[in-house]
């Protein structure tokens, strides 16, 4: 996936979770952030950023902030870019021959990123994306997250009724050694994905090649439980 229009920045500070005050081009400018996350590692005052144009004249805020960089690492933090991404690996043959790949399918009570047929089995798919690293371990999630623990329960009976379920980490950046759920932070997002795992849920954490303008996953990546 690529972006256009894209110019870097500085962070300056994050005054609620939607907006960022950051400097481009020697103006302190108001941007929107497009990830409702903490994400308080990666938004320090004096991080270069790197902020979409926006092509609507009309909005509040003329940019969005796509990616940041902590120290030499640079990190997507686009909330919309692991979907995006999910997409074209997956349209890729990244889990093989798949059919009637469709976004967004509901099942039972809840709704699920992606659905397919694999080898004639109905799968569901819920893609995660992963912002949270430290010494090249990779975090789940930043902030506690009941829809997540929902998801995770949902794809734990599809997999004990026999559907396909799989769970898929997009790492929005490159170079980490491993993933592993954040049971710190969120202790019931921990235990429902080890659960999931026993039920046959398939738990896949993949890292990405980041660019400034553009996001694609490249590997997987080991997930420790």
Known sequence: MRYENMVPGIFLARPDRFTAHITIGGQDLVCHVKNTGRCRELLIPGAKVWCQQAQNPNRKTLYDLIAVEKGARLINMDAQAPNAAAREWL???????????????????????????KDGTPCFLEVKGVTLEQ???????????????????????????????????????????????????DPAFGKALREAAEAGVKILAMACQVAPDAMAITHPVPVVL
């Open 91 to 117: 349209c890729a043959g990244g889990l093989g021959r798949i059919e009637d790949l469709r976004p967004e399918t509901v099942h039972g009570s809840s709704r699920y990123d992606f659905s397919f047929q």
């Open 135 to 185: 010494d090249g371990i990779c975090a789940f999630p930043d902030a506690p997250t009941q829809r997540g623990v929902k998801h995770l329960k949902g794809l734990t009976a599809l997999a004990q009724a026999g559907f396909g379920a799989y769970v898929l980490f997009v790492i929005q950046m490159a170079e980490v050694t491993s993933f592993r759920p954040n049971d710190e932070t």
